[in-house]
T-cell receptor, first 109, second 120 residues
Framework: GIQVEQSPPDLILQEGANSTLRCNFSDSVNNLQWFHQNPWGQLINLFYIPSGTKQNGRLSATTVATERYSLLYISSSQTTDSGVYFCAVTNQAGTALIFGKGTTLSVSS | EAGVAQSPRYKIIEKRQSVAFWCNPISGHATLYWYQQILGQGPKLLIQFQNNGVVDDSQLPKDRFSAERLKGVDSTLKIQPAKLEDSAVYLC??????????????????FGPGTRLTVL
């Protein structure tokens, strides 16, 4: 089945710094979503982005489907950005999401 | 618009006991998913429903796990008997699978808060 790899696995930042998280996938995808899992375990939808670029405040994402990767940009990071960021995809095999292992982000003040 | 609701939020049981989780999806979402998330990993699909029919249950340990969605809305996931390795967060998600004019298929999934299960 399709493989989803996220990097880096861990990221430590000072408040105000910028960061880029990467998601590589091994096959063509129909859909791609980025999530933020907060310390209480809730998965928050960040972007639904099977292709192209989207921005929402300090966050933006780009998916280059032909090259099988997606990037999540976080600018001017805040302590509330801390948590685990997941990339998840679906392909022609079905509509259930296949998740990467996540990137754990820690932002300190 | 109300999100996906789940209950209970936390459950602690002893091994060999049974437990049930409940999920109410976003109104109008025909597709419902149950995922299991073990500590330190990404969620993995257990079972997928389309209305009240099962689409994919290939990853569901059917000797101890069962799920139903009788009226095509709410769903219940049951574990009987529980094992230590079932300790995890159980996440319910729903989606409105469809086609966007000129943009192909659409399947954004929304997750509930999860149920954290501890098996002692």
């Amino acid at each position: 089945g399709i493989q989803v790899e996220q990097s880096p696995p861990d990221l430590i930042l000072q408040e105000g710094a910028n960061s880029t998280l990467r998601c590589n996938f091994s096959d063509s995808v129909n859909n791609l979503q980025w999530f933020h899992q907060n310390p209480w375990g809730q998965l928050i939808n960040l972007f639904y982005i099977p292709s192209g670029t989207k921005q929402n405040g300090r966050l933006s994402a780009t998916t280059v489907a032909t090259e099988r990767y997606s990037l999540l940009y976080i600018s001017s990071s805040q302590t509330t950005d801390s948590g685990v960021y997941f990339c998840a995809v679906t392909n022609q095999a079905g509509t259930a999401l296949i998740f990467g292992k996540g990137t754990t982000l820690s932002v300190s003040s | 618009e109300a999100g996906v609701a789940q209950s209970p939020r936390y459950k602690i049981i002893e091994k060999r006991q049974s437990v049930a989780f409940w999920c109410n999806p976003i109104s109008g979402h025909a597709t419902l998913y149950w995922y299991q998330q073990i500590l330190g990993q990404g969620p993995k699909l257990l079972i997928q429903f389309q209305n009240n029919g099962v689409v994919d249950d290939s990853q569901l340990p059917k000797d101890r796990f069962s799920a139903e969605r009788l009226k095509g809305v709410d769903s219940t996931l049951k574990i009987q008997p529980a094992k230590l390795e079932d300790s995890a967060v159980y996440l319910c998600a729903s989606s409105l699978v469809g086609e966007l004019a000129g943009r192909g298929s659409y399947n954004e999934q929304f997750f509930g808060p999860g149920t954290r299960l501890t098996v002692l």
